[in-house]
T-cell receptor, first 113, second 113 residues
Framework: SQKIEQNSEALNIQEGKTATLTCNYT??????LQWYRQDPGRGPVFLLL?????KEKRKERLKVTFDTTLKQSLFHITASQPADSATYLC????????????FGQGTELSVKP | DTGVSQDPRHKITKRGQNVTFRCDPI?????LYWYRQTLGQGPEFLTY????????KSRLLSDRFSAERPKGSFSTLEIQRTEQGDSAMYLC???????????FGNGTRLTVT
C-alpha cells in the first residue's frame, strides 16, 4: 500500500532561519503534491501545489521542490517567524488511488523568537 | 466567504450510542470529503462524494460508518454503535474537481466514553 512519511520529530528553529521539512513517499507515482498548514483545533489550510512535472514552486517566503526520482518533496520557509509555528502536512494524489488526497502524518514546526 | 462548516464542534457519547455529524460545504463545490484524524497523525481518508454520488469509501471503514449527501449539498456522517476507538476529530472538506485544493472545516471532535 502507499506510504507517505514526514519527519516524525518536531522541528525547532530560531526566528529568521530557514525551516526545511521533508515528505517521502513509496510505490506509486503521484499526479501532484500539496502542502497544508494545520493549527491546533483547526482544519488544514492549503498552501501550495506542485505537479509531477514541476521541480520547484515558490509563493512569498515558501518554496516547494519535488523530486520524483528520489520520491521526495522538500518544503522551505525562509525568514521564519513565530507565527509560522504549526503542523505542516504533505498530501499526494496518486494516479491509481482514485480521486482522494492521501496525507502524511505531519511535522510540527516551532519557531522561537 | 462562508467556508466549510461542521456541526457539532464537539460530541461526547457513551459507547454503543449512534452519532451523526453534519457538514455544509462551500456552495459552488461539488466534491465533498470526510477524513478522520487522531492526535499526532495526518487526516485519514474515509469517503468522498461528487454531487450526490458517493464515489469512494475507504476499505478501513467498518459497516458501522455511513455517509450521505442527499441533494448534493450538505452531507451527514453517521457512526452506529460507537466504540472507544472511534474517538477522533472528523474533518469535512470540499473542492471543485481536478487539482483544486481541499477547503477544510474545523472538524467535529468525537469522544466516546
Amino acid at each position: 500500500s502507499q506510504k507517505i512519511e514526514q519527519n516524525s520529530e518536531a522541528l525547532n528553529i530560531q526566528e529568521g532561519k530557514t525551516a526545511t521539512l521533508t515528505c517521502n513517499y513509496t510505490n506509486y507515482s503521484p499526479a501532484y503534491l500539496q502542502w497544508y498548514r494545520q493549527d491546533p483545533g483547526r482544519g488544514p489550510v492549503f498552501l501550495l501545489l506542485i505537479r509531477e512535472n514541476e521541480k520547484e514552486k515558490r509563493k512569498e517566503r515558501l518554496k516547494v521542490t519535488f523530486d520524483t526520482t528520489l520520491k521526495q518533496s522538500l518544503f522551505h520557509i525562509t525568514a521564519s517567524q513565530p507565527a509560522d509555528s504549526a503542523t505542516y502536512l504533505c498530501a499526494l494524489l496518486f494516479y491509481n488511488q482514485g480521486g482522494k488526497l492521501i496525507f502524511g502524518q505531519g511535522t510540527e514546526l516551532s519557531v522561537k523568537p | 466567504d462562508t467556508g466549510v462548516s461542521q456541526d457539532p464542534r464537539h460530541k461526547i457519547t457513551k459507547r454503543g450510542q449512534n452519532v451523526t455529524f453534519r457538514c455544509d460545504p462551500i456552495s459552488e463545490h461539488n466534491r465533498l470529503y470526510w477524513y478522520r484524524q487522531t492526535l499526532g497523525q495526518g487526516p485519514e481518508f474515509l469517503t468522498y462524494f461528487q454531487n450526490e454520488a458517493q464515489l469512494e469509501k475507504s476499505r478501513l471503514l467498518s459497516d458501522r460508518f455511513s455517509a450521505e449527501r442527499p441533494k448534493g449539498s450538505f452531507s451527514t456522517l453517521e457512526i452506529q454503535r460507537t466504540e472507544q476507538g472511534d474517538s477522533a476529530m472528523y474533518l469535512c472538506a470540499s473542492s471543485t474537481p481536478g487539482e483544486s485544493p481541499l477547503h477544510f472545516g474545523n472538524g467535529t471532535r468525537l469522544t466516546v466514553t
